[in-house]
Each structure stands twice: as structure tokens, then as C-alpha cells.
T-cell receptor, first 115, second 109 residues
């Protein structure tokens, strides 16, 4: 089945130790998003790619970076994780942008723990 | 700007109905509804576009009043499988969705 896949599902890292989260999609969608979701809160958009064009949200910390080497894959790099970065990280895709009327398909998420 | 959802939580018995509201201070182009079960990804339910349309998904339906910048999600004859957290995502004249804080629905037998 076409889907959004995230690896790993659970990631434990140490304070300050870089970590990379992975997302892949078989939907051939143009747009890939990364959200951070803390417990009992709404998903918060960190950034998105439209094809190769990267768009960072204004309040996304510099500690968070992303790469999209091809249509199918997108990575979230956290350069120096702090305790406050512990959260569920959700990857989503949509066929296109525009007017917010494109359905977003979410992956199962990666739960990040920072020790 | 984040839309406001109400109520924060609701507890139902199987077969009961509930309404979840979502309101925004911004002009809206669309409203998306998602359901997320604990530890899982949000699952898309439906999109409502400008024009005051209504849609349905099983016994879950929704309305969108663009003048009032509000949407409501109606859970009819609730089933145990309806339990989860419901998020509305509002789309304005830019590319992104702003999600509400969620409404946790618990359906008990």
C-alpha cells in the first residue's frame, strides 16, 4: 500500500548528541512536512519541502535542519538535542500546496527521548 | 494562528452523539479534520472547503460556516472505535494548516 514510513519508531539519544530521523513516501507527493508534537498538544509545523524548495517556519529553532535528497525521502536532523526536544516527530505529505485544501497523509511518527 | 477547539474532552457511552467545534480568528479557505489514536499518526477524516458544505465519513459528519470562520464535527451514534483525539486543521490563504489543540473523545461500552 502507498504510505508514509518513518524510521525509527522510537529513538533515544543523549543530551547534545546529534540525531537523524527518517521519512519516506510511496505516494509521489510533491510536499513533505515535518511536525513536532508534544504530549497533549497540536502538531506544530517545523518546515516543509515543496519538491526541492525548503521552507522553514519562522519559529523553528536553528537546531533543527532538514534534507530531502530525492522525492521519496526526507530527513530531520537535530544537531544538539535538548531535553525540550523530546517529542513525537510526525512526517506528512501532500500532493500539492495552496489554500490548505490538500489532504495531508501522516506517517506513524518517531518518538524521541532525550536523556 | 491556532484555531480554538471545544470541548477539550468528552466522554460518551456507545450510541450517544457529540459535537466538536473549531473556530478561527482568520478567514478560512478550508477545514480539515483528523483523528489520532494514542501513539499513532493522525488519520485524515475529511476536508471542507469554502461554500458552507457538509461532508460525512461513516456516521461522522461536519459542517463549515466560512462567514463565522467555524466548523463543527458531529459524532452520531458513537462507536468504541471513535475514541481518540480529534484535531481540526484550518487552511487560510497560505500553504499550511494550523492545528487546534485537539478534543479527546472517550467512548465507553
Amino acid at each position: 500500500d502507498a504510505m508514509v514510513i518513518q524510521n525509527p519508531r522510537y529513538q533515544v539519544t543523549q543530551f547534545g548528541k546529534p540525531v537523524t530521523l527518517s521519512c519516506s513516501q510511496t505516494l509521489n507527493h510533491n510536499v513533505m512536512y515535518w511536525y513536532q508534537q508534544k504530549s497533549s498538544q497540536a502538531p506544530k509545523l517545523l518546515f516543509h519541502y515543496y519538491d526541492k524548495d525548503f521552507n522553514n517556519e519562522a519559529d523553528t529553532p536553528d537546531n533543527f535542519q532538514s534534507r530531502r535528497p530525492n522525492t521519496s525521502f526526507c530527513f530531520l536532523d537535530i544537531r544538539s538535542p535538548g531535553l525540550g526536544d523530546a517529542a513525537m516527530y510526525l512526517c506528512a505529505t501532500s500532493r500539492d500546496l495552496g489554500g490548505g485544501n490538500n489532504e495531508q497523509f501522516f506517517g506513524p511518527g518517531t518518538r524521541l527521548t532525550v536523556l | 494562528q491556532q484555531p480554538v477547539q471545544s470541548p477539550q474532552a468528552v466522554i460518551l457511552r456507545e450510541g450517544e452523539d457529540a459535537v466538536i467545534n473549531c473556530s478561527s480568528s482568520k478567514a478560512l479557505y478550508s477545514v480539515h479534520w483528523y483523528r489520532q489514536k494514542h501513539g499513532e499518526a493522525p488519520v485524515f477524516l475529511m476536508i471542507l472547503l469554502k461554500g458552507g458544505e457538509q461532508k460525512g465519513h461513516e456516521k461522522i459528519s461536519a459542517s463549515f460556516n466560512e462567514k463565522k470562520q467555524q466548523s463543527s464535527l458531529y459524532l452520531t451514534a458513537s462507536q468504541l472505535s471513535y475514541s481518540g483525539t480529534y484535531f481540526c486543521g484550518t487552511g487560510s490563504n497560505d500553504y499550511k494548516l494550523s492545528f487546534g489543540a485537539g478534543t479527546t473523545v472517550t467512548v465507553r461500552a
